[in-house]
């Protein structure tokens, strides 16, 4: 099929364990011509990979599954075309679960998979590796025809560009069009998150129900971003920015079929919950594909106490005192005092402190049960008012991300068509390959980078030193006049930050160095943080490399994807010219 009106896609799911009834909300809640569905993450392939260990059969997303019961009828009936990630580790057997759900129910769809992702044979010792695939096999799948595809490994913003370049026919170096289909899909891909969910200002709309969004895709690429009428939460440039800058890092957003210059995206207000996502500028994707392997590091276990009243510190030093022969053995022990006491509190709760003790080991019995007892043996001979918030557990394993490259030419990347052929995916950059060979002076993105020059019409206007606003200020929460939105990449983290007028922009690109990041959040103080600017969208993105340690699945942190990170930023005080703070009125200050 090939069509030249606006493609109308959405979303359904932003990851493993998503609202399970949106699926149905989002094929009747208005015309549709493809639904997407993400469920992949770097914690999301440890599960299945542990789902796969106990059966050989699984290694998919069962929620997928069962959302089907209903929704495959229901997407037949409309015509809407379903594209979904939750293959996970074992797409073929997804493939083959649905084709027999059809049967049962007798609904006539075409079912089609995508693989080649799976690259355990050669990672020896890990649960799960996985390359992240383009959208090449997605296209490929629709043009043959199916009405269902479930993909391994794909980049999450794969599941829009490969229905955006089935639909109109686009070829594999029509990089510009691609980069915009990818930028789109990456606003999607994270669901409500880009309706209103997890929203800096939320407080300002009702955010109690966010609808899912969708995204009208038209020929040269450009988007509107919406999402059905009557639903739930918001759709404005903010939300929208907050999205983009979600798990990014520099202005040159890589992938397998194209690299997105996210330093030209434009964002314009096209009505009530539309935004209009014009400008994107591409460039041919890097000779290497990202690999994520997860490992099980090891075992850990932990044991919180709650500290009540005066000598927080105090106690706090007597019970690591106390069990310090205990861990003396132990591979890694990590204590975290949070002092959630209130002075002259009026209730318990308010109180207290919790000092959080997490222990990891090769050996789980190292860090069992054992172990966890000699704390609560403690109970009648340590601090006064000596209790803990559960019982002493068993060791539990925890798991390890890593990524890194390899050549895309050495990854099959295969479509598995609705009648059993299979069909191979060139490697993306054989249209580079042919397209240098006919203009000898055009230089491919090095291996695992960008290009070192970015073609002229890539170029980011020049502008000038923005100047700092001068006069008065007050010392405000950041967030008071500074969007946040953050996120985990393995072990590293981003912080992106935005800003709503262009006024408020000179001020915090001039303001918020890295020197004052690490002064903001103490956490990062020494890590080799690195700077973006995106002016069209009044943002800066902060790369904080190795916050995260091992990655989610291993715990490291208290909180371990870095969620909140930006939160805090918002929170941090700082000096703010006093005539860029409104007031809620409106009025400035």
């Known amino acids: ?13 932003g990851f493993y364990g998503d609202r399970s009834s949106a699926f149905e909300e989002m094929l009747t809640g208005g015309p549709l011509d493809v639904l997407t569905g993400d469920y992949l993450a770097e914690l999301t392939m440890l599960i299945l990979g542990r789902d796969r260990l106990k059966n050989p059969g699984l290694g998919y997303a069962k929620t997928f599954r069962r959302q089907l019961e209903d929704g495959l009828g229901l997407a037949h009936e409309r015509g809407v075309r379903i594209v979904a990630n939750a293959g996970g580790l074992n797409p073929a ?3 083959e679960a649905i084709r027999t759900l059809a049967a049962r129910t007798g609904i006539p769809v075409s079912v089609a998979h995508v693989e080649g992702d799976d690259l355990m044979p050669f990672a020896e ?73 997890n929203y800096a200002f939320f407080t300002a709309h009702d955010v109690r129900r966010p609808g899912f969004p969708l995204a009208e895709i038209s020929e040269d690429g450009s988007s509107v971003i ?22 990014t890092q520099g202005p040159r957003y890589l992938g397998p079929d194209v690299t997105a210059r996210l330093d030209t995206v434009r964002l314009t207000d096209a009505g009530p919950d539309r935004v209009a996502v014009t400008g994107v500028v591409g460039e041919p994707p890097p000779a290497t594909l990202k690999v994520g392997v997860t490992r099980i590091g090891g075992w850990r276990n932990e044991v919180v106490f709650v500290l009540t009243g005066l000598d927080i510190e105090a106690k706090a030093a007597l ?46 019995d190292r860090v069992g049960r054992a172990l966890t007892s000699e704390a609560i043996e403690l109970a009648l001979a340590s601090y006064p008012g000596f209790h803990v918030t559960a019982p002493p557990g068993a060791a539990q394993p925890y798991g390890v991300f890593t990524s890194s490259a390899v050549p895309a030419a050495s990854v099959p990347h295969v479509a598995v068509l609705p009648d059993g052929t299979r069909l191979a995916m060139p490697p993306v950059r054989d249209a580079w390959a042919r397209q240098a060979s006919e203009d000898p002076g055009a230089q491919p993105a090095p291996s695992g980078a960008a290009p070192a020059q970015a073609p002229a019409s890539a170029q980011a206007p020049a502008q000038a030193p923005p100047q700092a606003p001068a006069g008065p200020t007050r010392r405000v929460p950041l967030g008071a006049l500074v969007g946040a939105r953050s996120g985990d990449k393995g072990g590293d983290a981003n912080i992106g930050v935005w800003v709503e007028r262009d006024d408020a922009w ?4 001039t303001t918020l160095t890295v020197d004052t990041l690490k002064a903001l959040l103490p956490e990062t103080a020494g890590l080799p943080v690195t700077r973006h600017a995106l002016p069209n969208l009044r943002a800066l993105n902060f790369t904080v490399p190795g916050i995260l340690g091992a990655g989610v699945a291993s715990a490291h942190r208290f909180d371990p994807q870095a969620k909140a990170l930006g939160e805090w930023l918002r929170a941090r005080h700082i000096d703010v010219p006093a005539h860029l703070l409104l007031t809620p009125e409106g009025t400035r200050s």
């Open 319 to 364: 019970v690591r005192a106390q069990l310090a022969d205990a861990l003396s053995q132990v591979a890694t022990a990590d204590w975290t005092l949070a002092r959630t006491d209130h002075e002259d509190a009026p209730t318990e709760e308010t109180a207290s402190a919790l000092l959080r003790l997490v222990v990891r080991d090769p050996s789980p």
């Open 1 to 13: 099929m090939t069509g030249r009106r606006p493609l109308r896609i959405g979303n359904a799911s």
């Open 125 to 197: 010792g890990a649960l799960t590796a996985n390359a992240y695939l383009g959208g090449a096999g997605i296209t490929a799948c629709l043009r043959a025809g199916a009405d269902v595809v479930v993909t391994g490994r794909v980049t999450d913003a794969a599941l829009v560009s490969g229905p955006a370049a089935w639909w109109f026919d686009w070829a594999p170096d029509d990089y510009d069009r691609l980069a915009a289909a990818v930028v789109a899909g990456h606003v999607l891909e994270c669901g409500t998150q880009a309706t209103g969910g």
């Open 226 to 247: 919406t999402k059905h009428p009557g639903t739930g939460g918001v759709v404005s440039a903010g939300t929208v920015t907050a999205q983009l800058l979600y798990e």
């Open 506 to 509: 000179d001020w915090l690109h």
């Open 93 to 95: 057997g997804l493939a």
